[in-house]
């Protein structure tokens, strides 16, 4: 293997790791765990509701502790669960949540938005071309493991 291109994967990897870190440090300030942080988000930007096989799906946190963060937030009459095409179950966001995440995953967003705010739109579709090409690339070697 190149030494370049090593260097290269121990950089990625950094970066990776520490925008993980930025969520978790943005989690800590808004009050609230990862996975509780990454269940309003995903019901945020999806209009109030969510499959949630989808929030299993996209947040690659085990489906024990999705389901505890979703049992709390319903606790809290944050989220309700119902039933849609058989199995499948759908979360949704009460009034109650609504205003909950207008203080946490909404901030989250809008810090993202700003961050963003900066880019030239040719620098954004750059970076997304790239890391889009990136992941699928990535995707097909870990396939052929």
């Keep these: 293997m ?3 291109i090593q260097d290269k994967v121990n950089q990625i990897n950094c970066l990776n790791e520490e925008i993980d870190s ?4 943005a989690a800590l300030k808004l009050g609230v765990s990862d996975c509780v942080l990454f269940v309003l988000y995903m019901l945020h930007t999806n209009d109030g509701k969510c499959l949630l096989y989808d929030i299993y799906k996209l947040s690659g946190i085990s489906k024990q502790t999705v ?8 606790n ?6 119902e039933k849609c095409n058989g199995k499948s179950k759908m979360v949704y ?3 109650k949540g609504k205003t909950y995440t207008s203080k946490t995953a909404a901030r ?4 993202e938005y700003k961050a963003l705010s900066n880019w030239t739109e040719e620098e954004i579709n750059l970076y997304l071309k790239l890391t889009e090409r990136y992941h699928a690339d990535l995707k097909n070697e870990i396939e052929s493991l």
């Design 93 to 95: 966001l009460t009034e």
């Design 2 to 4: 190149s030494e370049i």
């Design 67 to 74: 389901n505890s963060a979703i049992r709390k937030l319903e």
């Design 76 to 81: 809290e009459e944050t989220v309700y669960l």
């Design 22 to 25: 930025l969520y978790h440090q």
């Design 108 to 111: 989250l967003f809008e810090a």
